[in-house]
Structure formats: structure tokens, C-alpha cells
């Protein structure tokens, strides 16, 4: 096959008149190509792909299921794409890739039918690329369906280099993902979970909500779900759309992952709360934490200021704490400034640093394809710095909490090492696990060392969220 069939080119591209792809198949495809052509987060843009078309229950849920499945093998369905193609994916036109990973995924993972998933990818790709694009497609397609999911997995990890290696191909995540996993697990005595846990990070997670505690009657939220294993404030979503949940609770049940709830609680709970305590939520967007941070302040009597730099997430900020009957100032400042231009202002601050994401695979799974090592170099900066302020910005005696989406070693222990250091007797580490397992429904399998917290999606259901609560003694 020659390059210009592979290529699709783009002025060839004819505008179809008629559309006779499935609904759900148009939507995932358009929100493929979005997190592709202009770098969307597919948890934001699918509901309202899905809104927009009018899909009933079924078809969003197709559509779900074919949008965050190809996501998230992305990288395996690239490696039989090649194989069958005879040619790198880079060579490949990008729309018509796009097609095709969206057709291998059916073909190797779901139970549509074979002629439903080849023939509309065909359609798919003549309304997107050029008319010998679909002739590409089509034969690339016919070749992955005769062999079973199997047989190509075994003939795609007969080229793995290594362990770590095979474990990338096999279960969908870049080498460098694989290998800052085993070393953060291997701090805990836990190597032996790793493929546990890119297992788990293409499962599809739970809906978890959380309730607002002293705004939510426990009878709004009984029959909904079941309690969450662990969080105090929330359930499991037995069914139904949480966007319309909400929506008829005016935003005080909304969701949140439990290891989310947990690393705000983890604040608001360390300590009982003398009246008039100030918080600050260093980091505010897009305001799911600042949200439970603002009621557990309204029952302490505390007040909150919750800072977002980023002037669209402040507004998503200020959304959430809507649902707060308290008045909660949005600033938006620069955190790093914060040691500087507010001194020794704070009892309690979280800083949830902005991090890589890794944490949150399942729920975001494009974000494996989008960071690169050199993006942890450029945040351990950034962390290190807030860090520092958040620190300056604290009162003696009072707590901050460090909490990141990301299980990698130079985001999460470094960082706080590198700012014990600095401080030197002026901060110490607080027994985190302590007041974690504290507050949990149940207990929660936890290693040894106290001063801090990671949860994981295989052993905990919840994202990677690391935390750790630091006290300034001078």
C-alpha cells in the first residue's frame, strides 16, 4: 500500500451528505480526535458529546465503553495496528489512526460484531480522510479480526525487550510510567503488586459521590448507594446519572474519587478546630476538595480562602462552593507568592500540588500518552516552590497538607524531603497514616511508615493520591 492510502491526505477529504455511523461510535470518535487534535480531557468533554447527541442509556454507555477503552490500551492496539499495516502508526494519517484504534478496540475487546465494527470504521474513515483511506482501513481492520485477542497479544509481546517492557505493551502504559510505579511500590516492601495495579488502571472505576457533611440529610442519601469503603462523606453511585444527582441537590452531593475526599478530611480532621481558625486551599481548582474543606469549615466554625490562579478553574471554583452556605473569598494569585505576600497567615492549608496525573489513570487515561519524564523535572519545580510558600504562609502550630494525583517518587516522598531539609526543626512530619486510619470507615492496608499516606487503585479502589501532614513548630 502506498503512503497517500495510508495518509488519507487531507485536501482529498470530501464533506459526506449523509451519516451512517451509530451515534455512539460518532461520539467516541469526536472525542478521540478532540483529546488528540486539541489536548481535551475526555471526562469533560464526553458528557457533553453525549448531552449534545441525545443518546439514550444504552448508546452513552457504548459510547463510554468505546471512548475510555481505546484510551486506555491505546499503546497495545498501536503495537497490533503497526503489525497488521505493515508500517509505524506514525505513518499513519492521524485521523484515520484514530479510526482505527477505535476499530481495533471493538474488534479485540468489546462484543460487537465483526461486520458492525469494520464496516462502520469504514464509513468513519471515508468522512474523515481521503477515498483510499477507507480501503486502507478496511484491509487493516479484516486483518486484525483474524486473529483472536490472544494470538496477537502473543505475537505483540514476543518483541518485548524486558519485564518492564513487556508489562507496557501487555497492559497499555509507557515504559517510564511502569518503572516510576515499581519504584515508589517497591518503597513499601510491595513490588509484587505493580501488574496489580496496571490491571486496576484499566479497569473502569466506580462512581464515587460525595455527600457534603452538615449541608446533606442522611435520608437525601439513602437507596442511592452503598457507604464508601472508606471516606466518612460519601457512597458509591448504584446507578443512575450523578449529573442529574447534582443537579437536584444544587452541587451538595457531587462526584468525588474517595481518595480525594480522604486527603481534604485528612486536614480538616487532623486536629479538632478551635473557632476562628483560617484555612487556605492553595490550589483550589477545579474546587471538589475546596467544596468539603468550605463545609467541614462551616461546622468548625473556621473560615475559608480558597487561591486558583488559572482564571477558568477559578470559576470552576467558585461553582462548587456555591453549594457552601459560607462566604469563601476566590482569589487569584500566584501560590508560590503566597510565603512572601501572606505570612504566617494560615492554620490549615492544603496544597494539592498541580502534578502529572498519574494517580488517576482510570479516570483519565489520555493522560498517559501526554506526559513525558521531562514533565516531572518541570513540576518537581513548581511543587517544590509552592511547598515552600505554603510553608511560609503557615502559622506556628499549624498544619499543612501535601497531597498530589501521582504515585512518582520525585512528586510525592522528594518533595517533602527537600522541604523538611530547607526547614529544617522548624517542620516536622505528623503521623498521617494515623490520623487517616483515624477517620476511615475501615481500616485501610497501609505500610509501616506513618508520616505518610498512599492509596492505590488496586489495593484501596481509590486514585494514587499520596498525602502527608507537616506541622511548623517555631
Known amino acids: 500500500m502506498s503512503d497517500e492510502r495510508g495518509r488519507g491526505r487531507q485536501q482529498e477529504r470530501p464533506r459526506p451528505q449523509h451519516d451512517f455511523v451509530q451515534p455512539a461510535r460518532r461520539v467516541a470518535y469526536e472525542v478521540i480526535a478532540a483529546v488528540r487534535e486539541s489536548d481535551a480531557y475526555a471526562n469533560l468533554l464526553l458528557p457533553t458529546r453525549i448531552k449534545r447527541a441525545a443518546l439514550n442509556t444504552a448508546d452513552a454507555a457504548l459510547a463510554t465503553e468505546l471512548t475510555y477503552g481505546t484510551l486506555r490500551m491505546q499503546g497495545f492496539y498501536d503495537r497490533v495496528i503497526a503489525e497488521a499495516a505493515g508500517r509505524p ?3 499513519i494519517d492521524p485521523a484515520i489512526l484514530d479510526v482505527l484504534r477505535l476499530g481495533a478496540h471493538q474488534l479485540l475487546a468489546t462484543r460487537v460484531a465483526t461486520h458492525a465494527a469494520v464496516n462502520e470504521s469504514v464509513e468513519l474513515a471515508r468522512q474523515v480522510g481521503s477515498r483510499a ?17 490472544e494470538e496477537w497479544r502473543e505475537r505483540i509481546l514476543a518483541d518485548a525487550t524486558g519485564e518492564d517492557d513487556r508489562l507496557a505493551i501487555e497492559h497499555s502504559h509507557p515504559v517510564w510510567v511502569v518503572r516510576a510505579f515499581r519504584q515508589s511500590l517497591r518503597l513499601e516492601g510491595r513490588e509484587a ?35 464508601n469503603a472508606f471516606s466518612p462523606t460519601g457512597f458509591v453511585l448504584a446507578g443512575g446519572d450523578p449529573v442529574h444527582l447534582m443537579h437536584d441537590h444544587n452541587g451538595r452531593i457531587r462526584v468525588q474519587d474517595e481518595g480525594s475526599q480522604l486527603a481534604a478530611l485528612a486536614l480538616s480532621r487532623a486536629r479538632p478546630a478551635a473557632q476562628g481558625e483560617r484555612w487556605l486551599d492553595l490550589c483550589a481548582g477545579p474546587g471538589g ?17 480558597a487561591n486558583e490562579l488559572v482564571p477558568a478553574r477559578a470559576t470552576l471554583v467558585r461553582k462548587a462552593l456555591a453549594a457552601v452556605p459560607a462566604s469563601v473569598p476566590v482569589w487569584e494569585e500566584d501560590g508560590t507568592t503566597f510565603g512572601d505576600a501572606h505570612p504566617e497567615a494560615f492554620d490549615r492549608i492544603l496544597l494539592d500540588a498541580p502534578c502529572t496525573g498519574l494517580g488517576a489513570l482510570r479516570r483519565r487515561p489520555e493522560a498517559r500518552w501526554r506526559k513525558l519524564p521531562r514533565d516531572v523535572a518541570e513540576l518537581s519545580d513548581l511543587q517544590s516552590g509552592l511547598i515552600d510558600a505554603a510553608l511560609g504562609a503557615l502559622k506556628p502550630g499549624g498544619i499543612l497538607a501535601y497531597v498530589t494525583c501521582s504515585p512518582h517518587i520525585a512528586e510525592t516522598r522528594g518533595i517533602v524531603a527537600t522541604a523538611l531539609k530547607k526547614w529544617g526543626g522548624t517542620v516536622r512530619t505528623l503521623d ?12 485501610l492496608d497501609l505500610p509501616a511508615d506513618g508520616g505518610s499516606v498512599q492509596l492505590w ?17 517555631d
Open 89 to 91: 502508526v506514525s505513518a
Open 133 to 149: 483511506a477507507t480501503g486502507f482501513t478496511n484491509g487493516v481492520l479484516r486483518t486484525i479480526s483474524r486473529s483472536s485477542t
Open 193 to 227: 503488586e505493580l501488574e496489580d495495579l496496571l490491571i486496576a488502571d484499566n479497569a473502569a472505576p466506580r462512581v464515587n459521590m460525595v455527600a457534603l457533611p452538615g449541608l446533606v440529610p442522611a435520608e437525601e442519601t439513602a437507596g442511592l448507594g452503598e457507604p
Open 289 to 305: 476538595k475546596a467544596a468539603l474543606l468550605a463545609a467541614e469549615a462551616l461546622a468548625a466554625g473556621a473560615t475559608l480562602v
Open 432 to 443: 498521617t497514616a494515623g490520623v487517616v486510619q483515624g477517620l476511615a470507615n475501615s481500616p
Open 457 to 473: 487503585p488496586h489495593r484501596h479502589g481509590t486514585d494514587a493520591m499520596f498525602i502527608t501532614l507537616l506541622e511548623r513548630t
